[in-house]
């Protein structure tokens, strides 16, 4: 397990790190700043920053400049024992954050034992680590519960010893960025991978099979998830164990969500819907299959199912869907398709959530209001003289779904973003 085993054993967890060595080898500029507010080290700025808000880097950070956990030589480090939820920004700002010799680590952020969500965005800057076996960013939960998340955008990592980045038990997303190593680009244990652009290299002679990125599993077949299809070249990713012979960009799924497990009946139709770029989920690292759909979503996922058709016309009647808007097109689509005819001869509602029983009807719409095989429904709580009588007869003959129950399909129940995306993969991927 590379150095992970040993660097986490040794590490102590605290509240937070702030900065405590003594007045000769500390920063004389500032370090770091929050708004108006300058800190003399990154330390101190990441032990009080609040969810919504942004570090910006003033100079160039050396890890000696920063205080280290226990036991462990790192460069600027950010350790939470709290178990709120938190998201904020790291603005390199055209600067460097360098390891010391000694240290193991250019960045670590590693969060302790209590359960709470980070979603940490990095950009615009260089991270650099020159000590022996050193990482250039070392991310790793120690509970998996904690659920963090990096995103790095337009970043520049470099080790000159070992990984450019190691990732455990964490989500890593990587946009316009450049990730180099010696043995590996980047390393990743029991950990989701989103790749969406970016230059991945390895300098050192002993790569073997793993290219410049390897993953290893080490607890379940379920815990480690690549999203396909996202590096173009094949020969720059492998995975190890040995038993995944092939590229994994054809054969591991596209799951990087910490809010899905695989248990879940949605798990799949979420991998094809985010492969077929229906949704991308509500943030990088949640799908919330539980929340409801509104009619604006319905509109914009059957309209990517369909593969994004212009509509012939953008006259719209409705006064609340505003010209421009993400949603636009795929409402005059629905719209001219007779799919929907909005709430009201001048409304959309387009956050208004959707019903079962008007989501049926939209795919039963969609595909030319076809005759079900069957008159009769086996579900009591719904009418001949409803409208989505026969949309639901045709999606259970169809497969989309059997009802809430035997006898019981919900047709005023919220449909959640689980059902749907569960409904248009039952409809469309055989397809």
Known sequence: MKQFIKKTAAAAIASCI???????????????????VTYDSLNAALCVVKSGQ???????????NETHPVGVHTGAAYISNDSTDLSFTLDLHGHTISSDAEAQVGLLIQTGEQAGAREITIQNGTI????????????????????????????????????????????????????????????????????????????????????????????????????PDTVSTKQAMAVSPSDWQTNPAANITAMY????????????????AVQNNITAG?????????????????????????????PKDTKLPFTDVPAGSWFEKAVCWAYEQGITAGTTKTTFSPDTTCTRGQVVTFLWRMHGSPEPNSTKSPFTDIKNSDYFYKASLWAQEQGITAGTSKTAFSPNMTCTRGQIVTFLYRDMAEE
């Open 257 to 272: 969500f910490t809010d899905i497990k695989t248990e879940d009946y949605f798990y799949q139709p979420v991998i094809w």
């Open 128 to 227: 650099r680590a020159t000590g022996e076996d050193a990482a250039g960013l070392e991310i790793a939960d120690q509970n998996t519960s904690t659920n963090t998340s990096v995103i790095l955008n337009n970043v520049t990592i470099q080790a000159e010893q070992d990984a450019g980045v190691q990732c455990f038990s964490s989500a890593l997303h990587v946009d316009s960025s450049k990730i180099q190593g010696v043995s590996d680009a980047i390393y990743a244990e029991d950990a989701a991978i989103s790749l969406k652009s970016g230059v991945f290299a390895v300098t050192g002679t002993d790569v073997g099979v793993d290219g410049a990125i390897a993953a290893y599993q080490t607890q379940t077949d379920d815990t480690l998830v690549w999203k």
């Open 54 to 64: 942004t570090i910006v880097l003033q100079s160039d950070v050396l890890g000696k």
């Open 18 to 36: 702030v900065c405590g060595a003594s007045a000769a080898v500390c920063a004389i500029e500032p370090a770091a700043s929050i708004g108006s």
């Open 282 to 310: 509500t943030t990088m690292s949640t799908f919330s299959p539980a929340n409801g759909c509104t009619r604006a979503q319905n509109a914009a996922f059957l309209w990517r199912a369909a593969g994004c058709p212009e």
